[in-house]
């Protein structure tokens, strides 16, 4: 009896030990499908979870890094990717993450030696040998970037990276004509490298070749349109070349992009002050002098400004600021003078015109230049301390390429460029989203009757997150205490129907937490009780196609799973053959496996079926634009466009462009 109860109590502690660690291994892969789904708050709860439990996995460490890495937590990346080291430090990505976290913090040299030891353990990986070499060049160690740039044109030549990079460390050399023959050579393998365009501007806005400049940078702009630097250094080529108007719509699309830019706000001020436009040039220069309290070439800018307004008080103060700094400045005293005098304040005046007339006595008149459409093509170097220069485009101290730097990591959600890519499918959800169409509400009538008769413990909504609005910090802990409550309700409850109600909610707020292969589960449950739900089939379709997508990007085969899905939306069909959202949802599923003839013949259904439907034109429209046919896709981007779906029309302009440069490449091939 006794070794019995040895066996049972042994048995019993292995089944607890299994059961604990398939909750760990459950929890990191919850976690790693919220950050295949960009939600990183919530994805770190779930590795903080793990890491309470399990702090000895360097696994969580180091997913909970990419999750702070995208959300700009640069610092605690770094750390928490260290932490992942120290548990095991033969994991290559891990010195990625960790030297591209040290990068942002621009720690050049620490991000040096993560690479070391990462090209240590996979000298295969081209993406670590490119960024070693950026980060070599920032820290000015140029002869090793040049060794790192020729290791890798003999390893990889088709990086036109390494060629453009070469270009660029000539150029901080001061050797324009190895610059540009590099530069030529990138562009010969990859005439879409933003970086090469923008290092041959630098040439030609340094020899002065302003069109060149103006055509290079629009390249550049072209191909990464949300670097704030091109827009200011286009702005000064077109100074230079009379395209005023264009050099103006420059400085605001810098704004828009860094409403702090010290450089795009101090020079369209100037601009506008040529232009004649002296209100908006003032708060150009408010917005500069409250950046920058002592620069004074800015405070005397807005003096001139105020005094040309009739701000003669203002101007005064901001004269005197300069006078202070620059007591000889007998331009600002004369002006000083000329606003004390307009005030009646007689005595003072005469005290600044008494200091001019000494001067004079004694010869050393400041001679101020006058303003002239030629002054403002005259350029100054930021850091250039010169009150005689106050109207001169201000430029960088030293030109720099913003590269983008290769490998495992993703560019941040928040810094991504739109894609040619499809809305997501309707889903039931517990929050309201924007939907992404103004002034529409998707409605479901099995839904309706669900929250009207059923009384969720919350109120169940249809919605097409098309944003992929993320739950925040406060509805991630909702959502986790819903889930506790209906378990709670799930094993109270006796009568099969109310508990198969609890079992759809749960499901959808498993779904919201991102744990898909529990709300699968629920889902299974629901439907053995009520198997003419159409909205449980294409709900359990919906949840399988998003565990799908993630375990595809995993690298597992999901063919199997793809039927089951694609069987759950032909019953939905069948129980609801009138549900635009079903032919949608299913159009989605097709599209995925890129069979885009199905997809269209759905997305055209459910747009019979619900006419005012714009997700559905917007992605017929890029099932149009796969299948090579541009003008139905632009057709069906102006339909969206009009029933509100405003993104439409950028992706209209988008696949425009795309299609225009695939022609172009094409004409290359043929020449070839």
Request: hydrophobic residues 40%; neutral net charge.
């Amino acid at each position: 009896m006794k070794s019995r109860i040895i066996v049972f109590i042994v048995a019993l502690f292995s089944v607890l030990k299994v059961s604990a660690q398939y909750n760990v291994d459950r929890l990191i892969q919850n976690g790693e499908v919220a950050l295949h789904y960009d939600d990183y708050v919530l994805s770190i709860q779930y590795f903080n979870k793990v890491l309470a439990l399990k702090p000895y996995l360097w696994l969580p460490w180091y997913d909970r890094a990419v999750a702070k890495f995208y959300l700009d937590d640069y610092i605690g990346a770094e750390s928490d990717a260290s932490k992942a080291i120290d548990l095991n430090p033969y994991i290559e990505q891990i010195f990625d993450l960790r030297a591209i976290s040290r990068i942002r913090q621009e720690k050049y040299a620490d991000a040096i030696s993560d690479y070391d030891r990462a090209i240590h353990l996979n000298p295969s990986v081209s993406s670590f040998w490119v960024n070693r070499a950026i980060c070599r060049m920032n820290v000015q160690d140029y002869d090793h970037a040049l060794l790192d740039a020729d290791t890798i044109i003999k390893r990889w030549s088709q990086i036109a990276t390494a060629y453009s990079l070469k270009a660029e460390v000539y150029l901080e050399k001061k050797d324009t004509t190895q610059a540009d023959h590099w530069l030529s050579r990138s562009l010969d393998i990859d005439p879409y490298n933003a970086d090469a365009w923008t290092t041959r501007s630098y040439i030609a806005l340094n020899r002065k070749q302003w069109r060149t400049a103006d055509n290079c940078l629009s390249k550049a702009i072209h191909l990464r349109p949300k670097v704030v630097n091109n827009y200011v250094n286009r702005a000064l080529a077109r100074l230079n070349i009379n395209n005023l108007s264009g050099a103006l719509a420059d400085y605001d699309m810098a704004i828009d992009l860094d409403p702090k830019n010290f450089l795009a706000h101090y020079n369209r001020g100037l601009l506008r002050l040529q232009l004649g436009d002296d209100n908006r040039a003032l708060k150009d220069f408010d917005f500069v002098v409250k950046m920058e309290p002592h620069n004074f070439m800015a405070v005397y800018n807005r003096a001139l400004l105020n005094d040309k307004l009739g701000n003669l008080r203002a101007a005064i103060r901001d004269y005197t600021m300069v006078i202070n700094q620059f007591p000889n400045f007998w331009a600002g005293l004369a002006a000083r003078a000329t606003c004390y005098r307009k005030l009646g304040m007689t005595n003072q005046a005469e005290m600044d015109e008494f200091r001019i007339f000494k001067a004079q006595m004694n010869k050393h008149l400041g001679i101020q230049q006058r303003w002239s459409k030629a002054k403002i093509r005259e350029v100054r170097k930021r850091s250039e301390i010169d009150i005689s220069k106050y109207n001169d485009v201000v430029v960088e101290d030293k030109p720099k390429v913003e590269h983008t730097y290769s490998g495992g990591i993703r560019g941040t959600v928040q810094d991504r460029e739109v894609d040619i890519a499809f809305l997501p499918m309707f889903q039931l959800s517990y929050f309201t989203y924007a939907n992404a169409v103004e002034g529409y509400q998707a409605f479901d009538t099995e839904l309706d009757h669900f929250n009207t008769k059923e009384e969720p413990l919350r109120k169940l909504n249809l919605t097409c997150n098309a944003k992929h609005e993320r739950l925040t910090d406060v509805q991630s802990k909702q959502i986790f205490q819903l889930i506790d409550g209906l378990t709670a309700g799930i094993h109270e409850e006796q009568d099969r129907k109310a508990r198969a109600s609890l079992l759809l909610q749960r499901a959808v707020a498993y779904a919201e937490a991102q744990n898909y292969s529990d709300a699968l589960s629920d889902l299974d449950d629901y439907l053995s009780v009520d198997t003419t739900s159409a909205m449980g089939h294409w709900e359990r379709a919906v949840c399988q196609q998003m565990l799908n997508d993630y375990e595809a990007s995993k690298g597992t085969k999901t063919t199997m799973k793809l039927s089951q899905a694609e069987g759950d939306f032909a019953m939905a069909i069948q129980l609801q053959p009138k549900n635009a959202y079903t032919y949608y949802n299913r159009g989605n599923l097709f599209a995925s496996e890129k069979n885009y003839s199905r997809a269209i013949d759905d997305y055209t259904q459910a747009i019979r079926l619900d006419p005012r439907l714009a997700q559905a034109y917007y992605n017929r429209a890029v099932a149009h634009f796969y299948t090579g046919d541009l003008k139905a896709a632009q057709s069906d981007l102006s339909r969206a466009g009009e029933l509100g779906l405003y993104d439409a029309y950028a992706l209209s302009k988008k696949m425009g462009e795309e299609d225009a440069s695939l022609k172009k490449k094409e004409q290359r091939i043929r020449k070839k």
